[in-house]
């Protein structure tokens, strides 16, 4: 597989080890197409980028893409905070943005005590490899579906990494709405038996790294091994093979 673009890294505006521009020129090294920029949200308490810096995060994203050779997006990967659907990007700040991700993270400010659930009894419960309550699965299953209704989200990242879904009620939501699985080529987020379920469904994937740092921008390979494993087509795949995905929150913000 040929990756043609890798829409989930970070840098040192959250926890990554490296700058936007490094993470640009390994972009194009690779010979990517694209590559995103995606630091952690407002609401995360230990890594996520502060507001005060949006503006300069963006215009460095932004002139690091008029070197050339691949185009740069400048995202967040957002954080969700309650089963409302609720998440730490708001309409107000859309216009800063090319790309919007969303993942469950647990060191966030949760919209409601009840939402702390999430991650504090989930995370644990993962670790042990205990199984969840089928109301905790009911839960968590019913904040993503409501955060892809309610949000413009392009892509639901590692989804089932330290929380637990139903992939499948998930997986038809993203397929509905135009929002992409993210397989994710860092963590270890899906099981055989969950990515099998959700390729059922029809929904779209992309394959991102997760990057850390430049040295991994571009990397697939944890991922590739457990699509041929499981045997995804690539055809679902809309970042491989020179195809470029349809994402729905720049669609979004033409008609704002």
Same mark, same amino acid.
């Given at each position: 597989m040929i990756l043609t673009g890798d829409y989930h890294t970070h840098t040192k505006y959250s926890d990554g080890k490296n700058t936007v521009e490094e993470n640009v020129a390994a972009a194009a090294a690779r010979g990517l197409k694209e590559v995103a920029i995606t630091e952690h949200g407002y609401a995360h308490w230990l890594q996520g980028i502060s507001p005060k810096k949006t503006e300069e995060y963006v215009r460095r994203i932004r002139k690091a893409g008029e070197n050339g050779g691949v185009r740069v997006l400048a995202g967040l990967e957002c954080d969700l905070l309650g089963v409302s659907g609720k998440v730490d990007l708001t309409p107000e700040q859309y216009g800063f943005f090319d790309i919007f991700l969303m993942g469950m993270h647990v060191p966030v400010h949760?919209?409601? &005590?009840?939402?702390?659930?999430?991650?504090?009894? #989930?995370?644990?419960?993962?670790? &042990?490899?205990?199984?969840? #309550?089928? #109301? &905790?699965?009911r839960y968590t299953t019913r904040a993503? =579906?409501?955060? =892809?209704?309610?949000?413009? =989200?392009?892509i639901v990242t590692h989804l089932n990494y330290l929380c637990d879904t139903d992939v499948e009620e998930v997986a038809k939501c993203c397929r509905d709405c135009g929002t992409y699985l993210e397989i994710s080529s860092k963590k270890g987020h899906f099981t055989d038996e969950e990515l099998e379920k959700a390729a059922a469904t029809g929904v779209r994937f992309v394959i991102d790294s997760d990057a850390h740092s430049a040295a991994r921008v571009g990397d697939l390979k944890r991922a590739e091994k457990q699509i041929l494993r499981v045997g995804i087509p690539p055809e679902q795949i809309d970042n491989i093979g020179g195809r470029l995905p349809n994402f729905r929150f720049a669609e979004y913000k033409k008609h704002l």
């Open positions: 949760y919209e409601h &005590l009840r939402d702390y659930r999430f991650g504090w009894l #989930s995370m644990p419960r993962k670790i &042990l490899h205990i199984p969840p #309550s089928k #109301s &905790l699965v993503f =579906v409501n955060a =892809v209704e309610k949000n413009p =989200v392009d």
